[in-house]
């Protein structure tokens, strides 16, 4: 049953746009590949966000996130990079 599910998922995946479909927040470029890509900075206008707050993400290394304008990873219970991670 997973691996159906599995194989649907990369289906769908590919037959889109492919190539734009992988980005990293900047910790997780940095962990991966020594350098900040920026793939989630300035995703809006930086001057409205308060601090603290960001906008909302998808990033291959940690999923569903926060990212503040530097694209970095703010998700305060971000599984990889949060404060409150919990088992
Ligand atoms: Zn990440
Ligand atoms: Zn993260």
Not at 7 to 31: I, R
């Amino acid at each position: 049953m997973k691996s159906e599910f599995r194989a649907a998922l990369a289906d769908g995946a590919t037959s889109e746009k492919g190539a734009d479909m992988a980005d990293f927040c900047k910790q997780c470029s940095e962990e991966l590949f020594g350098e900040d890509f920026k793939e989630l900075a300035g995703l809006g206008d930086g001057a409205k966000l308060e601090p603290g707050n960001g906008w909302e993400a998808l990033c291959e290394g940690c999923g569903l996130i926060i990212v503040n304008e530097a694209g970095e990873c703010i998700k305060p219970y971000c599984p990889k990079h949060g404060e409150e991670v919990s088992a």
